[in-house]
């Protein structure tokens, strides 16, 4: 039988994630035997080798790994269902609009104005997030729509529109002779040694190789511009959040980006349909024509 229930993809999770039944058994406040059982368990049902044990711990087998990436997925549904279903209930909730933090903040004040002017708009709170992590937060039923960017962020499944297209800049130090160049290359700012560009992670956590420094917050990159240790390359509009210290200079070549409102199918509300009026609206110049 294939069925699987919630607690033992929660158990495996916890297990797979701390690799040691004892940390397991405390983090999901239960005694280590019964976890052990129901590991044992689920691997009989599913005829496969989930965990390699040994007396320091465990390890996933390959077929472990699959079943770690499909729990979460499975265990973050579950979690957006009873989330949705419990807003669900209240018609006059907010709706919830997640945004990576500085960024597109031009393009964000307008549609909310935007939303705000229309009779018919719907009351949006704003949940401010850290890169790449717009895709979760619609996922797991916390937001129900996101400002994202193409080609940078995963839209893999959502329905999205398109508001808004633009060039990218060179955040440098406002002491590196590049920030005196009216423009920049991709080629003249990936071979400067002394600032290389910083890295984020993959959609799995792991870095790309590179000989810049590893970040993971905005606050982070910005402290690490304005130490000359570290360049970047983002949207123009995302200035908004550079210091004094920090000098952005048009990369010629950089590809374009594309903002873009984006929800999961199943969520297309009528406070959803409201927001995406007010963003049709935008469309055709009037945000692309303001200043970043």
Known sequence: MDDLETRELRYFVAVAE????????????????????????????????????DRRGAALTEAGHVLLREARTALDAVSAAARRTRRAANPDRPLVLVTKAGASHELLRALLDAVAADPGGPQVEVLLCEV???????????????VMHHPYD?????????????????????????????????????????????????????????????????????QLVALGRTLLVIPASSRAWQWPEHVAVPVTDAPEVTTLLAWPPHGHSPAVAALLRSAARLRGGSVADRPA
Not at 36 to 51: K, T
Not at 132 to 146: F, K, T
């Open 132 to 146: 790449g992590e717009q895709a979760r937060r619609l996922r797991d039923g916390q937001a129900d729509v996101a």
């Open 154 to 222: 995963d839209l893999a499944g959502f329905d999205t529109v398109d508001v808004h297209v633009e060039s990218q800049v060179a955040i440098v130090p406002a002491t590196h002779p590049l920030a005196v160049r009216e423009s920049v290359t991709l080629a003249e700012v990936s071979a400067v040694p002394d600032l290389p560009i910083a890295r984020w992670p993959r959609l799995d956590g792991t870095y790309p190789d590179g000989p810049g420094p590893e970040v993971r917050t905005q606050s982070q990159l910005a």
């Open 18 to 53: 701390e690799l040691h039944f004892g940390r397991a058994a405390e983090r999901l406040g239960i005694a280590q035997p019964p976890l052990s059982r129901a590991i044992v368990q689920l691997e009989r049902r599913l005829g496969v080798r989930l965990l390699d044990r």
